[in-house]
């Protein structure tokens, strides 16, 4: 499985992007799909995640702004970001999974496949 993280780019406070992840491969076997970001010198962070099935899990720094969904199954997963903060700015990483679990994980662990990144700059 091969993912490709695409969309990122320069924007301003409270703009909005739409971060996309195409997977290749074998991937009609995956469980799930998780958007992940890292500052610098921070750890890496959940952003949100979505199952086959349909579930869907967000990390608390951005419910009620990021959306994320699919399209045929899990081959593309969109991270629909709004009202960007400067806080946001990262390198956000999509990642997948064939292991099933009974929901979307947030840990980093649990995700054996990981595309890229694509930069994400918030600023005036």
């Known amino acids: 499985v091969q993912l490709q993280a695409s969309g990122g780019g320069l924007v301003q406070p409270g703009g909005s992007l739409r971060l996309s992840c195409a997977a290749s491969?074998?991937?009609?076997?995956?469980?799930?799909v998780g958007w992940f970001r890292q500052a610098p010198g921070k750890e890496r962070e959940f952003v949100a995640g979505?199952?086959?099935?349909?579930?869907?899990s967000y990390g608390d720094s951005v419910k009620g702004r990021f959306s994320i969904s699919r399209e045929n199954g899990l081959k593309t997963v969109y991270l629909q970001m709004n009202s960007l903060k400067s806080e946001d700015t990262a390198i956000y990483f999509c990642?997948?999974?064939?292991?099933?679990?009974?929901?979307?994980?947030?840990?980093?662990?649990?995700?054996?496949?990981w595309g890229q990144g694509t930069q994400v700059t918030v600023s005036s």
């Open positions: 979505i199952g086959w099935t349909g579930g869907w």
């Open positions: 990642a997948s999974d064939r292991n099933w679990r009974p929901r979307v994980s947030t840990s980093a662990n649990d995700y054996t496949y």
């Open positions: 491969g074998r991937s009609d076997t995956l469980y799930y």
